[in-house]
T-cell receptor, first 114, second 113 residues
Framework: EAAVTQSPRNKVAVTGGKVTLSCNQT?????MYWYRQDTGHGLRLIHY???????EKGDIPDGYKASRPSQENFSLILELATPSQTSVYFC?????????????FGAGTRLSVL | GEQVEQRPPHLSVREGDSAVITCTYT??????FFWYKQEPGASLQLLMK?????EINEGQGFTVLLNKKDKRLSLNLTAAHPGDSAAYFC????????????FGKGTQLIIQP
């Protein structure tokens, strides 16, 4: 069973603080993705990665950094959190071969920036 | 770039009734089409997928139809039951890779007893 694990599940941060969201996958998928989900916007791609050491900008990368230190782990970093980054964040993995383009999502992280 | 419009944003039907959710897309080269289901408080899980070459897929009480001429993708539920209450998202891609995957804004489906 494909597995994507996110931590923390819930996070409250202060404006200007640093926040790190972590994601681990045991699917051995090459590609990993970070999305945010907001009412009225659906899912929007923030950053993605093709493999260890790779990070690419998605559609809304401003204010976010990403890190892919290994095949299994992909982090999303908010260096200076702002209230507009309050959202639900989803990590996903998938690739053209193993998963036939299907995305496997983690359970999500609910982030509130006060 | 690709634009995907999903309708309706909210849908309420009675148990046993049918329901239809539709997505229209703009890129005629789109090939990969997905429907994801998100139950309350949970993550997204793949419900069904269809490729441009197949145009139809059925399973789990749902039928996915692709009309390439009209650039329209539909998710048809034939007989709703309470477990179908969820948010549904379509996703469209030319290449299949999620870096070029465009999601619809979602439909909140409520099944009334």
């Amino acid at each position: 069973e494909a597995a994507v694990t996110q931590s923390p599940r819930n996070k409250v941060a202060v404006t200007g603080g640093k926040v790190t969201l972590s994601c681990n996958q045991t699917n051995n998928h090459n590609n990993m993705y970070w999305y945010r989900q907001d009412t009225g916007h659906g899912l929007r791609l923030i950053h993605y990665s093709y493999g260890a050491g790779s990070t690419e900008k998605g559609d809304i990368p401003d204010g976010y950094k990403a890190s892919r230190p290994s095949q299994e782990n992909f982090s999303l970093i908010l260096e200076l959190a702002t209230p507009s980054q309050t959202s639900v964040y989803f990590c996903a993995s998938g690739d053209e071969g193993t998963s036939q383009n299907t995305l496997y999502f983690g359970a999500g992280t609910r982030l509130s920036v006060l | 770039g690709e634009q995907v419009e999903q309708r309706p944003p909210h849908l309420s039907v009675r148990e046993g009734d049918s329901a239809v959710i539709t997505c229209t897309y703009t890129d005629p080269n789109s090939y990969y089409f997905f429907w994801y289901k998100q139950e309350p408080g949970a993550s997204l899980q793949l419900l069904m997928k269809v490729f441009s070459s197949t145009e139809i897929n059925e399973g789990q009480g749902f039928t996915v139809l692709l009309n390439k001429k009209d650039k329209r993708l539909s998710l048809n539920l034939t007989a709703a039951h309470p477990g179908d209450s969820a948010a549904y998202f379509c996703a469209v891609s030319v290449t299949g890779g999620a870096d070029r995957l465009t999601f619809g804004k979602g439909t909140q489906l409520i099944i009334q007893p």
